[in-house]
């Protein structure tokens, strides 16, 4: 069990720092290009890996990378729930309109099905109904 584990830990490392090197924005990376950083975490895995992640990405807090502001905190972008200033752009509009809209739709809607549960009903009825 103890052969294995370093190993595994190792591979672990390195899926990490490549996906991590993958999904890092362009800006955020430092020293070298992006695909320069790929190719050195895929070539050298353990080496590749703890360089990237030692100097290959800008880490810290918030205010220390450029485009942070604006729906990240502390460095890391947050999620849409999260993020204050999106929430705050969905107040911007304006809730009637919507409102009106949804039951605007949702009248078509139940006009349609009636529309069409009468045209199945017309289909149903026996040949010796109501004209024949």
């Known amino acids: 069990m103890l052969r294995i584990l370093p190993p595994l830990l190792v591979l672990a490392l390195w899926i990490w720092a490549f996906i991590d090197c993958l999904t890092t ?5 430092r020293h070298l290009p992006k695909v320069a950083w790929v190719i050195i975490v895929l070539l050298f895995p353990l080496v590749g890996s703890i ?3 030692a100097a290959g990405k ?3 807090h918030a205010g220390a990378h450029p485009g942070t502001a604006g729906g990240a905190r502390g460095g890391r972008r947050l999620a849409p729930d999260d993020d204050p200033e999106f929430l705050a752009s969905l107040g911007k509009e304006t809730p009637h309109k919507d409102a009106h809209q949804h039951e ?3 009248r078509q ?3 349609d099905l009636r529309r069409r ?3 199945l009903r017309g289909g149903d009825e026996p040949e010796d109904g109501p004209g024949h």
Request: aromatic fraction near 10%; glycine fraction near 4%; charged fraction near 50%.
């Open 25 to 29: 924005p362009e800006e955020e990376v």
């Open 51 to 53: 360089a990237w992640l």
């Open 58 to 60: 800008r880490r810290g």
């Open 104 to 106: 605007d739709m949702l």
């Open 109 to 111: 809607w139940e006009a």
């Open 117 to 119: 549960e009468e045209e």
